[in-house]
Nanobody
Framework: QVQVVESGGGLVQAGGSLRLSCVASGKIIFSTKPMGWYRQAPGRQRELVASITSDRLTNYADSVKGRFTISRDNAKNTVYLQMNSLMPEDTAVYYC???????WGQGTQVTVSS
């Protein structure tokens, strides 16, 4: 069984930055698996924010391109989401996902005030 746990959310003013972390544990060969960040705002469907492959190829939602950066540290079984130039529309619960194991985290709240 694989678990993923997010941290790093919080309240920030528009234009500010946050870095989310996601640590994976359990029966996982982390370095060989893709990882992703999703978010869900109230009343909206969960959407992909960013993903990263084992080869560190990245993909981003159009709405966050140029502002967010996904990265990974395989030695720490950790994936990060650096979020810059945050906007109120980025307010959501952010989830980490390990698709190879269908493992979701519990989510971390990000609130951006205007």
């Amino acid at each position: 069984q694989v678990q993923v746990v997010e941290s790093g959310g919080g309240l920030v003013q528009a234009g500010g930055s946050l870095r989310l972390s996601c640590v994976a544990s359990g029966k996982i060969i982390f370095s060989t698996k893709p990882m992703g960040w999703y978010r869900q705002a109230p009343g909206r469907q969960r959407e992909l924010v960013a993903s990263i492959t084992s080869d560190r190829l990245t993909n981003y939602a159009d709405s966050v391109k140029g502002r967010f950066t996904i990265s990974r540290d395989n030695a720490k079984n950790t994936v990060y989401l650096q979020m810059n130039s945050l906007m109120p529309e980025d307010t959501a619960v952010y989830y980490c996902y390990a698709p190879a194991y269908r493992a979701w985290g519990q989510g971390t709240q990000v609130t951006v005030s205007s």
